[in-house]
Structures are given as structure tokens and as C-alpha cells.
């Protein structure tokens, strides 16, 4: 997952709603995306227990371990694959539909695997359950418009442009949800026995 989100970042076409904020905060700060995407899911790791309280599962606090490795692999693959070509737009848009893929596929695992969810996708899904007792699909989609207004807001006050916002976010917004239940759907039968 975490070369997907690099991919999206190394592609500069936008990166996923996810990594809007800490690409733009990288862009402002002495900081990776890696670090602040570390902080900002810290954050909503902080918000389900306010929010959940007592009925917070401790199992949840394993949040924390996949989030760190997730982080650190956003900064290594950004480190590590910098050096790919992105001189023509054509570069461009295979490297953010395989960083989609990458993302995507990555989440679908996941979700298969019943594992833990990134704190993003679990205080969605604590907001949708508990707050305002919603579907889980409409609210993660504000959560994640939320994040890019965010980042548009905080690069405009900040740099004075739109950095890290561009049709590759629309894309990433378009297709990873698609490709993560695709890969959940389609492997599910490994489950089955």
C-alpha cells in the first residue's frame, strides 16, 4: 500500500485523498509524507477513542504497528523509486493507475483478511456507525472530499497554489474503492472451508 500512495506521490498528478494533506504539509514543513501521514492517522486513531470509549476494541490499538509500517514504506518506495521517469504525461498516468492498482489491491487484501483497518477507514466507519448512523460508503466518501478540501485550503493559505490536488486525486478517489472490493470479491473463495 505504501508503494501505491509513493507511486501516486512520485506520479505528480495528485495523489489519493489520503495523501493530500500530508503531501501538502511535506510541501510546506522539513517533514515526509510518510511522517505526517503517521501523525494525521495518530490523530484519528485518538478520535475512535474519544468517540468509542469504553465500546474501543484494545485489538484496535494494532492500528498503531500497520500504520507505522505503512508510513515508513510511503517514505522508503518515495526514496526508492524517485528515479522513475515521469517526463510526459503518458508516464505519468500509468504510474498513478499502478499506484491505484497497488493501493487498491493492498486494501482488498485487507479487507479479506479481516485484519485491522487503517485509522482512517476505522474512524470513517466509527463516524458512520456511531455518530451519525449513516452507510459506511457514503461517509467514508465525505471523510475523504473533507481530507482534499482540507489540503486545498491548507496549500492555498500556505503556498499560495493548489499542490498535490489534480485529476491523479480524482482518479485515486474513482478507483481505489472499486479495486480494493474487486480484490476482496474476487478472492473471498480463498476463505471458503
Known sequence: MGLGVALSVIASLGTSPISCFPYVVSEILPVSVGTVTFI??????????AILKKDFNPWQILQLPT???????????????SWLPID???L??????AGCLILG??????????????PADYLSRTIASVVVKKDFGKVKVAFD???????AVTSLIFLHEI????E?????ALTVGIIARTVAAKLSFLLKN
Do not use: H, P
Open 40 to 49: 494525521m492517522n495518530f490523530i484519528f486513531l485518538l478520535a475512535q477513542i
Open 67 to 81: 500504520l507505522l509500517v505503512f508510513s515508513a514504506c510511503i517514505d522508503w518506495n518515495i526514496m526508492m523509486f
Open 88 to 90: 510526459t504525461y503518458l
Open 92 to 97: 505519468q498516468i500509468v504510474w498513478m493507475l
Open 105 to 118: 489491491t493492498g486494501i482488498g487484501l485487507l479487507l479479506l483478511a479481516d485484519y485491522v483497518m487503517m
Open 145 to 151: 472530499v473533507t481530507l482534499v478540501c482540507i489540503a
Open 163 to 166: 499542490v498535490g490536488i489534480r
Open 168 to 172: 491523479g486525486s480524482l482518479i485515486a
